[in-house]
């Protein structure tokens, strides 16, 4: 008499039925799923409310050290890109999915719950009060920040570059000045005769720069504009 092959499958299953039957180990897996959804849904809730958490209770043990950043080396990022530091609810673009499952995790690792999250990213992204590359954030406390987690695309290589000229009011002297002395140049040598070029060249650039200056100021009133170390943290438009 030929002995009949055991299907390792069915011998799988029927030793789980031993201790559980299926409709029991559905209902406890429904269940699992179900208090997963409701707390990314906590998650969400948190993201998208205004907060005045200052710092989160983390087991310092658990924590990469590479993650945390003070929050003048932030600054020193924003004010080089021109970009915002502010509250994630403030925040109108979508958090992705990877994010939310890693404040869930880093949660469960640090028995506690998150909250006070804040975004780095440009401008175009923030829902801002009067009137392409985020980074979520969570407070340690003591002007330290956890990162969490980063989405989208890198930043444009040249970037830095330039925003360089809107960092600080004399970086944006420099540009006008440098803007001046062009448009000086492509100016003909004897567009005012035989007057001395030196003297006449002193005006014409004066003059350009003057000209620059002024609608500069008018379009920076007008816009409402300002310079990246004063607008990095703050939550209004202009």
């Known amino acids: 008499?030929?002995?009949?092959?055991?299907?390792?499958?069915?011998?799988?299953?029927?030793?789980?039925?031993?201790?559980?039957?299926?409709?029991?180990?559905?209902?406890?897996?429904?269940?699992?799923?179900?208090?997963?959804?409701?707390?990314?849904?906590?998650i969400l809730s948190t993201l998208t409310e205004k907060s005045s958490t200052k710092y989160n209770n983390f087991h310092f043990d658990c924590l990469e050290s590479d993650r945390i950043f003070h929050l003048e080396q932030i600054k020193s990022i924003c004010v080089d890109y021109r970009l915002r530091f502010l509250d994630s609810h403030l925040f109108k673009g979508k958090i992705p999915e990877e994010a939310i499952t890693k404040i869930h995790h880093l949660e469960k690792e640090h028995q506690?719950?998150?909250?006070?999250?804040?975004?780095?990213?440009?401008?175009?992204?923030?829902?801002?009060?009067?009137?392409?590359?985020?980074?979520?954030?969570?407070?340690?406390?003591?002007?330290?920040?956890?990162?969490?987690?980063?989405?989208?695309?890198?930043?444009?290589?040249?970037?830095?570059?330039?925003?360089?000229?809107?960092?600080?009011?004399?970086?944006?002297?420099?540009?006008?000045?440098?803007?001046?002395?062009?448009?000086?140049?492509?100016?003909?040598?004897?567009?005012?005769?035989?007057s001395p070029q030196n003297i006449m060249g002193l005006v014409t650039f004066l003059f350009m720069l003057k000209s620059i200056m002024g609608i500069a100021i008018y379009y920076c009133l007008w816009q409402g504009k300002n310079f990246n170390e004063d607008i990095w943290l703050s939550k209004y438009y202009n």
């Open 1 to 42: 008499m030929l002995l009949k092959k055991k299907n390792l499958l069915n011998e799988l299953r029927l030793e789980r039925n031993k201790f559980k039957t299926e409709e029991a180990i559905l209902n406890e897996i429904f269940s699992i799923l179900n208090e997963n959804e409701i707390k990314r849904t906590e």
């Open 112 to 194: 506690t719950k998150l909250e006070g999250f804040r975004i780095v990213a440009p401008s175009k992204l923030f829902k801002l009060e009067n009137y392409d590359d985020p980074l979520l954030f969570a407070p340690i406390g003591n002007g330290y920040y956890y990162l969490i987690h980063k989405w989208g695309d890198d930043l444009h290589p040249l970037r830095k570059l330039a925003m360089k000229p809107f960092k600080t009011m004399g970086n944006f002297i420099i540009l006008l000045v440098f803007i001046s002395l062009f448009l000086t140049a492509l100016l003909p040598q004897n567009l005012f005769g035989k």
